[in-house]
């Protein structure tokens, strides 16, 4: 910039008072974004502790990356409306569209060596309304908080069996998982799977109250229990073979139960089952009639984000559903911008 | 133009102060936001879905307030090559202001999240989900926002230097406080 002749002395600090504005700001930004907290714990920090040594799968969700799509209904009996104002819990039929997934970061994984089973649901309103939800079989979460979920992670990651050791010595409430991982039946069919929100959610009604609730999808199959050992001896894609021919036979069902919350139950920790004489509310029946491979299949392209709710049910003071929401978002920024490397079936998307 | 106007008009200055703060607001917003996983990235993000929305509305206000009721000449005695970067910048800043939202409106539908405000307003989809669209819209929001900010910092800069360097009749147009019109003697 061309001064008029020199600065003066009065400009001089003038001058400085402009540098130091832009200093300190660009200094605010960065320190808000992050740059100068290595430490903070970011959805890329997850999603790299969630990357296997191989790496990324491109194109892929960075976790339960490995899953095949459903279509179905929801029918609702008219009793979550006691609970929630949501327009999918008055009686009634309403779309649904959802994913079976394995708790893995390996879309190519063997069925059998992977423990956790999922699955991602969305119920559509007449008015397009959306509820978003991710479930998994377990029957508590493996940790309290999305900042020791990452330690797990880098633990599990390590070769030294000291760091898991020292995991578990510094969050001792993932021993309830870690004797289900270890104990729990295995079924050798998606179809027989509980999948529990574990999150806590709160329920509002058309008067305003407000319940703290889980939820969760019970099969009506009969669960089978088979050993880890028999399932080795199955195909890689097994849970996909199993889920496509039953419900080329008949539709598959979940009772979604509705657990309420007495005041003073652990809502903000999912590693902590609430006792099981809870209120229970049967609010409907999701029913499955169609699977299809997840390449060009109708749940590849959306995020089964948890926060999406509809009117009627939002977060509560459980942590994981906005970290979720933050890495399920990353993880799909991520695969969107790789879906060149994703197998798809057909011609390249335009 | 003869009788140009010697301030912005009060509403022009208002909406340039409100939306200032909205903005720099949105920037700080949206770099915490996609860098945390507390709780607060929740609220935070439906802050700037909401506050990004309104903005648009805001800046198209602007825009026409602007084309209607014009801009207070800049000093005669500022350098050509000074008086075009002047003008640029501030067609930039409109650009910004209207392609942000857009941008982020954009990305979202193309990820086919569904877009809902405080109060529960839902945007309806105007893009199919695309991966290649999304992807496009997503980096330019970014990037284009971090070029944002610093061309805030410039204008704030520029602003400051008026007002602490040259002293000229510059930062008055905008001010926000009321101005003692012919009080302004040259020193």
Known sequence: ?350 | MTGAPHRFAPIQRLLHWLMAFCIIAMLFIGVGMVSTVAPKYLPLILIHKTLGVALLILVLARLALRLRLGAPPLPADLPPAIKLGARLSHLLLYGFMIVMPLLGLGMLWAAAYPVVLFGGIEIPALLPQSDRAHTLLWNAHVYLGLAFFALVLLHVAAALFHALVRRDDVFATISPLPQEERMNPAE
Not at chain 1, 38 to 60: K, Q
Request: proline fraction near 10%; hydrophobic fraction near 40%.
């Open chain 1, 1 to 350: 910039m061309k001064l008029p002749g020199r600065p003066e002395r009065s400009s001089l600090g003038a001058l400085i008072l402009i540098a130091a504005v832009l200093g300190c700001s660009a200094a605010a930004f960065a320190f808000t974004a992050g740059w100068l907290s290595p430490g903070r714990l970011t959805p890329d920090r997850m999603i790299a502790a969630l990357t296997p040594p191989s790496g990324p799968p491109l194109g892929h969700r960075r976790n339960h990356a490995k899953g095949i799509c459903f279509t179905g209904t929801f029918e609702a009996n008219g009793n979550g409306v006691e609970l929630s104002r949501a327009k999918v819990f008055v009686q009634g039929r309403y779309p649904a569209l959802g994913r079976f997934n394995l708790g893995t970061a390996d879309p190519n994984a063997v069925d059998a060596t992977v423990r956790v089973r999922g699955l991602g649901l969305q119920i559509s309103a007449a008015d397009g309304e959306t509820w978003r939800m991710a479930m998994i079989n377990p029957p508590v979460f493996a940790v309290s908080t999305p900042d020791a979920f990452h330690d797990l992670l880098v633990a599990a990651g390590k070769k030294d069996p000291e760091a898991m050791a020292a995991f578990i010595r510094a969050n001792p409430e993932f021993a309830a998982f870690a004797a289900w991982a270890k104990s729990a039946p295995w079924t050798a069919s998606y179809a027989e799977e509980p999948y529990n929100s574990l999150n806590s959610f709160v329920f509002t009604n058309a008067k305003g109250d407000e319940h703290a609730v889980r939820w969760s999808l019970v099969p009506a199959a009969t669960p089978v229990p088979i050993t880890q050992a028999e399932l080795d001896k199955r195909g890689p894609d097994f849970l996909e073979q199993d889920i496509t021919e039953r419900v080329k036979s008949a539709p598959q069902r979940w009772t979604m139960v509705t657990t309420v919350a007495d005041p003073g139950d652990p809502t903000a920790d999912p590693s902590r089952a609430w006792p099981e004489s809870r209120r229970k509310v049967q609010v409907g029946t999701l029913v499955v009639q169609r699977i299809e491979p997840e390449r060009d299949g109708p749940c590849r392209d959306i995020n089964f984000d948890p926060t999406v709710l509809p009117q009627g049910v939002s977060v509560s003071d459980d942590p994981f559903p906005a970290a979720r929401s933050s890495v399920y978002r990353k993880s799909y920024d991520l695969r969107a911008s790789e879906a060149a490397d994703y197998p798809r079936s057909g011609a390249a998307k335009p």
